[in-house]
């Protein structure tokens, strides 16, 4: 597939700032809590350094020919086994490869206020300074 | 209380026995962070080499991932169902894998235990000699790295800690960030 290039590319020169280390209660969904963390510290772009836990049910999502296809991942007990990705207000992007009750992987975008905590999450961000 | 699910905007939520208290996100903030790359060998057990390379290092606790690697046996847990109304859902049995394992992706926690002692928490996908996947809570102290070097990346803070405490909510212990004295 070739697609004509329309944009510049960003290119940032910076580093890595303070670290916001946090619990999730239960019921507390992962990008929105994200998101609150960064609110709460004065944050205005981070990225995820550290995500352990578990969910309630799992929503993933990916880009499909028609659109956002969903991958819902039932629980209690979906175990995240990997975070990634950029926390900015109301438009974070994280990506989760996580396992359901019998072990089976599940991997794509998480989906906003659909990832709720089951017993905990051990969620780690970091700041992104631009210079 | 009996535990149950309940719906919040169409989603399922989970009502444990325990209390439901404020706050529901407990956080804390470090200024920075040392980073370390640790290549675990052939036929290590991978707990012991994470701890020996964190030993002498200034850190409360510290984050991470499995970038790449396999093992040679590995013991892992899944959620199970129970019938015990305070903790209705907990890890059952150990799986147990032997043989060639690659990793897919995984993540880990040091934390600290009552008394201080650090404690991994793991958590990782991987895939076995049939090609079969895995996925869930991992016991590093029963990981042995097999077919290749296991490579983890750790982020290490000072000054807080995520500890164990029991949580009255959910009757487990679970690790919490706390403050730590300067040491």
């Known amino acids: ?131 | 209380m009996t535990p149950h699910f309940a719906e919040r905007a169409g989603v399922r939520t989970f009502i444990h026995e325990g209390p439901s208290l404020a706050p529901r996100l407990l956080d804390l903030e470090v200024p920075s962070c040392e980073e370390l790359r640790i290549v675990l060998p052939l036929a290590s057990n991978v707990a012991a080499g994470v701890l020996k390379a964190l030993e002498g290092r200034r850190y409360g606790s510290a984050v991470g991932r499995i970038l790449c690697g396999g093992a040679a046996h590995l013991s892992y847990h899944r959620m199970i169902v129970t019938d015990q109304p305070e903790r209705p859902y907990d890890y059952g049995q150990p799986v147990v894998l032997d043989g060639y394992i690659t990793f897919i992706s995984g993540a880990i926690t040091v934390g600290r235990d009552a008394r201080g002692a650090p404690l991994l928490h793991c958590h990782a996908g991987f895939l076995d000699r049939n090609g079969e996947q895995h996925g869930g809570h991992l016991v590093l102290d029963k990981l042995i790295v097999g077919s290749e070097p296991l490579t983890i990346r750790l982020c290490l803070f000072d000054q807080v800690a995520y500890q164990v405490q029991p949580d009255a909510e959910t009757h487990f212990n679970l690790l919490h960030p706390v403050l730590k004295e300067l040491s």
């Not at chain 1, 963390?37 to 020919?65: F, N, P, T």
């Not at chain 1, 995240?80 to 794509?108: C, N, T």
Request: with cysteine; net charge negative; hydrophobic share 45%.
């Open chain 1, 1 to 131: 597939m070739s697609v004509a290039v329309t944009e510049d590319s960003l290119v940032q020169d910076g580093r890595l700032g303070r670290l916001v280390i946090a619990r999730l209660k239960p019921n507390e969904d992962l990008i929105d809590s994200a998101e609150a963390l960064c609110k709460e510290h004065g944050i205005a772009l981070a990225v995820v350094r550290g995500g352990v836990g578990s969910l309630i049910d799992g929503q993933l999502s990916y880009l499909g020919r028609e659109g956002m296809i969903q991958i819902h991942v039932p629980g209690p007990g979906v175990e995240i086994l990997s975070v990634s990705g950029e926390i900015l207000s109301g438009a974070s992007r994280l990506q989760a490869v996580v396992a359901d009750a019998d072990g089976k992987l599940y991997a794509g975008r998480l989906e906003r206020g659909k990832n709720l905590t089951f017993i905990t999450v051990e969620l780690t961000l970091q700041e992104w300074l631009p210079d």
